[in-house]
C-alpha cells in the first residue's frame, strides 16, 4: 500500500508541471495569432483613402457656380439710373459755361519793345541778388540794399570775395524800365473815377493799398466795361 501511495504522489506532481508548460504554450501560441490580423487592417484602409478623394475633386466646381448668382442679382438693382429730367440739364449747362477760362488783355507791343523785354528777362537770370553789408554778421541788420560808405569797409573798396554791388552794368534795356512782365504800363488807381484816364492798349491798373472790398468791387464792374487789365486783383 505505501507504494501505491508513492506512485500517486508522483502522478500528482507530474501533472502539476505539466499543466503550467500547456498554458505557456498555449499563451506564445495566441500572441503571434492576433498580431497578425491587425497588421493587415491597418494596410488595407491606407490604400483606400487616396481612391475616395480623388473621386470626390470633380464636385468643386459645383461650389464655383455660386458667384455668377450673385453677379446677377447686382444687375438687377440698377433701376436708380432713372433718365434726367430737361429742367436738371438745364441747371448744369450754366455751370459749365462759368468754369470756362477767359484769356487776360494783353499790351499791344511793337516787335522792339518784344524784343527788349525778352532781353531784360535774361538779364534779370544772371544779376545777383543784393543785399546789405554784414546782413550775415548782425540779426538786426536788414537784406534791403544800402551802399557801404565806411571808411574801413572792404565791400566798398571791391575787394576779393565780397558781395557785388548795384552798378549800372546790371541796368535793363531803356524801353522796358519801369514796365509790368506783361508789358503793360501800371497806373495806381483809388477811385472808380481814375479808370476813365487809362488807356486800355498800353497801360494796366493797380488798385491801392488802402482801397476797401466795396470800392473794390465798383472798380472790378468798371473795367469790365471798359476792358482794362487789373494787375492786382
Same mark, same amino acid.
Request: charged share 50%.
Given at each position: 500500500?505505501?507504494?501505491?501511495?508513492?506512485?500517486?504522489?508522483?502522478?500528482?506532481?507530474?501533472?502539476?508541471?505539466?499543466?503550467?508548460?500547456?498554458?505557456?504554450?498555449?499563451?506564445?501560441?495566441? %500572441? #503571434?495569432?492576433? *498580431? /497578425?490580423?491587425?497588421?493587415?487592417?491597418?494596410?488595407?484602409?491606407? %490604400?483606400?483613402? #487616396?481612391? *475616395?478623394?480623388?473621386?470626390?475633386?470633380?464636385?468643386?466646381?459645383?461650389?464655383?457656380?455660386? @458667384?455668377?448668382?450673385?453677379? =446677377?442679382?447686382?444687375?438687377?438693382?440698377?433701376?436708380?439710373?432713372?433718365?434726367?429730367? @430737361?429742367?436738371?440739364?438745364?441747371?448744369?449747362?450754366?455751370?459749365?459755361?462759368?468754369?470756362?477760362?477767359?484769356?487776360?488783355? /494783353?499790351?499791344?507791343?511793337?516787335?522792339?519793345?518784344?524784343?527788349?523785354? !525778352?532781353?531784360?528777362?535774361?538779364? %534779370?537770370?544772371?544779376? @545777383?541778388?543784393?543785399? &546789405?553789408?554784414?546782413?550775415?554778421?548782425? *540779426?538786426?541788420?536788414?537784406?534791403?540794399?544800402?551802399?557801404?560808405?565806411?571808411?574801413?569797409?572792404?565791400? &566798398?573798396?571791391?575787394?576779393?570775395? &565780397?558781395?557785388?554791388?548795384?552798378?549800372? +552794368?546790371?541796368? +535793363?534795356?531803356?524801353?522796358?524800365?519801369?514796365?509790368?512782365?506783361? +508789358?503793360?504800363?501800371?497806373?495806381?488807381?483809388?477811385?472808380?473815377?481814375?479808370?476813365?484816364?487809362?488807356?486800355?492798349?498800353?497801360?494796366?491798373? &493797380?488798385? +491801392?493799398?488802402?482801397?476797401?472790398? %466795396?470800392? !473794390?468791387?465798383?472798380?472790378? *464792374?468798371?473795367?469790365?466795361?471798359? =476792358?482794362?487789365?487789373?494787375?492786382?486783383?
Amino acid at each position: 500500500m505505501a507504494e501505491e501511495d508513492v506512485k500517486k504522489e508522483v502522478v500528482k506532481k507530474t501533472k502539476k508541471t505539466e499543466e503550467p508548460e500547456k498554458e505557456v504554450k498555449v499563451k506564445k501560441e495566441t %500572441k #503571434p495569432q492576433a *498580431k /497578425k490580423p491587425t497588421a493587415k487592417k491597418t494596410t488595407t484602409p491606407k %490604400k483606400a483613402t #487616396p481612391k *475616395k478623394t480623388g473621386v470626390k475633386k470633380p464636385e468643386k466646381p459645383k461650389a464655383k457656380a455660386k @458667384p455668377e448668382k450673385k453677379e =446677377e442679382k447686382v444687375e438687377k438693382p440698377k433701376k436708380e439710373d432713372k433718365p434726367k429730367k @430737361p429742367e436738371e440739364e438745364e441747371k448744369e449747362e450754366p455751370e459749365e459755361e462759368e468754369e470756362k477760362y477767359t484769356v487776360k488783355q /494783353k499790351p499791344k507791343l511793337t516787335k522792339e519793345q518784344k524784343e527788349r523785354l !525778352r532781353l531784360r528777362k535774361q538779364i %534779370k537770370k544772371r544779376t @545777383p541778388e543784393f543785399l &546789405r553789408e554784414e546782413w550775415f554778421r548782425y *540779426k538786426r541788420i536788414p537784406h534791403n540794399w544800402r551802399r557801404p560808405d565806411g571808411i574801413t569797409s572792404k565791400m &566798398r573798396i571791391n575787394l576779393k570775395y &565780397r558781395p557785388s554791388k548795384v552798378r549800372v +552794368g546790371f541796368r +535793363g534795356p531803356k524801353e522796358t524800365r519801369g514796365l509790368h512782365p506783361s +508789358g503793360f504800363e501800371e497806373v495806381t488807381v483809388n477811385n472808380v473815377n481814375d479808370l476813365e484816364a487809362i488807356d486800355p492798349k498800353i497801360q494796366a491798373a &493797380r488798385i +491801392g493799398s488802402s482801397v476797401g472790398t %466795396k470800392k !473794390r468791387i465798383d472798380i472790378e *464792374k468798371k473795367a469790365e466795361e471798359l =476792358e482794362v487789365r487789373i494787375l492786382n486783383m
